[in-house]
Every structure is written in structure tokens, then in C-alpha cells.
């Protein structure tokens, strides 16, 4: 095995993170007009796909902390993008929607978000994408056993 097939292994965590910056920097620049940044869109993305969830489903659903979760669900209240209701099983927690604002600016979005995932698949072929998903799935499931096992 060569020097660069070696680094390139043990590489794989930072290219994903090099490629995943990339991308948020350039839906970060199509979306900058509307004043979110990508983590606030698409928790707010997830709102709307499923209105009136808890903090820790939004948090499980777009793989964020409790704390960043919250950071966010503020900034979005601030923008009057979401409001946040009492539970009514638990009194302790509330329940989240997307306001008239906050739906009209995913409505305008989508399409800019779409644009993204076809800018990346411009650079292979739609059998490599496939396989290209299948695999960050697999690798997401497997590390997140390896974490699930380390936190029992």
C-alpha cells in the first residue's frame, strides 16, 4: 500500500469534514439572502416536514446536541420562524411549529437546497451516487453503534 493510499484512509473523517463544510459554505451562499445559516435551515426544515415536534426528536432528526438544538430553536423563535407551544403530555417540554414565515421561507428554499444535491451529483453518475449514500448511511449506522456501545 502507497504512502497516499495510507493517508487517504486514515483520512476518510477529515475528507467527509472538508466535504461537508464545502457544501454548507456554498448553501450558505445561495440562501445568505434569507438569513438563515444551513444548521437553522434545516432545523427548521425538519419542523416543517413534521410540525409540532419535541426538542429531542428535532435534535435525534437533524443529529444535533441538546444545547445547539436549543441555541437554535431560539434564533428561530427570535425570527419569528417557529413558536413553541406546552406539551400536553409533559407539561416540562413544548412542542415546536413553523409559523407562516418559517413555511414560506422553506417553500422559497427547497429549491436552492435541491440545487446543492444537484450540484454534487454533476460530478458523478447516478449508480455512484447511489452507492455514495448507501455508504454514508452504512458508515452513520456503524459509528453510531460504536457510540451507542461506548455510552452503555
Same mark, same amino acid.
Given at each position: 500500500?502507497?504512502? +497516499?493510499?495510507?493517508?487517504?484512509? *486514515?483520512?476518510?473523517?477529515?475528507?467527509?469534514?472538508?466535504?461537508? %463544510? $464545502?457544501?454548507?459554505?456554498?448553501?450558505?451562499?445561495?440562501? #445568505?439572502?434569507?438569513?438563515?445559516?444551513?444548521?437553522?435551515?434545516?432545523?427548521?426544515?425538519?419542523?416543517?416536514?413534521?410540525?409540532?415536534?419535541?426538542?429531542? +426528536?428535532?435534535?435525534?432528526?437533524?443529529? #444535533?446536541?441538546?444545547?445547539?438544538?436549543?441555541?437554535?430553536?431560539?434564533?428561530?423563535?427570535?425570527?419569528?420562524?417557529?413558536? #413553541?407551544?406546552?406539551?400536553?403530555?409533559?407539561?416540562?417540554?413544548?412542542?415546536?411549529?413553523? !409559523?407562516? %414565515?418559517? #413555511?414560506?421561507?422553506?417553500?422559497? !428554499?427547497?429549491?436552492?437546497?435541491?440545487?446543492? !444535491?444537484?450540484?454534487?451529483?454533476?460530478?458523478?453518475?447516478? +449508480? +455512484?451516487?447511489?452507492?455514495? *449514500?448507501?455508504?454514508?448511511? %452504512?458508515?452513520?449506522?456503524?459509528?453510531?453503534?460504536?457510540?451507542? $456501545?461506548?455510552?452503555?
Amino acid at each position: 500500500m502507497t504512502n +497516499e493510499h495510507r493517508e487517504q484512509e *486514515l483520512a476518510v473523517g477529515f475528507i467527509m469534514g472538508m466535504t461537508y %463544510r $464545502r457544501i454548507a459554505a456554498l448553501l450558505q451562499h445561495r440562501i #445568505k439572502d434569507y438569513d438563515v445559516t444551513p444548521e437553522q435551515w434545516s432545523v427548521l426544515y425538519q419542523i416543517d416536514q413534521a410540525e409540532g415536534l419535541i426538542q429531542k +426528536e428535532i435534535a435525534d432528526r437533524c443529529g #444535533k446536541d441538546k444545547p445547539t438544538t436549543t441555541r437554535i430553536l431560539d434564533l428561530l423563535e427570535s425570527k419569528a420562524l417557529i413558536y #413553541k407551544e406546552t406539551g400536553k403530555q409533559d407539561r416540562r417540554s413544548f412542542v415546536v411549529f413553523s !409559523t407562516e %414565515r418559517g #413555511k414560506a421561507l422553506i417553500r422559497e !428554499t427547497l429549491p436552492i437546497e435541491k440545487g446543492i !444535491t444537484d450540484e454534487v451529483k454533476r460530478c458523478m453518475s447516478d +449508480e +455512484e451516487y447511489r452507492i455514495l *449514500l448507501d455508504l454514508l448511511d %452504512r458508515i452513520h449506522r456503524h459509528i453510531g453503534e460504536q457510540l451507542e $456501545r461506548r455510552e452503555s
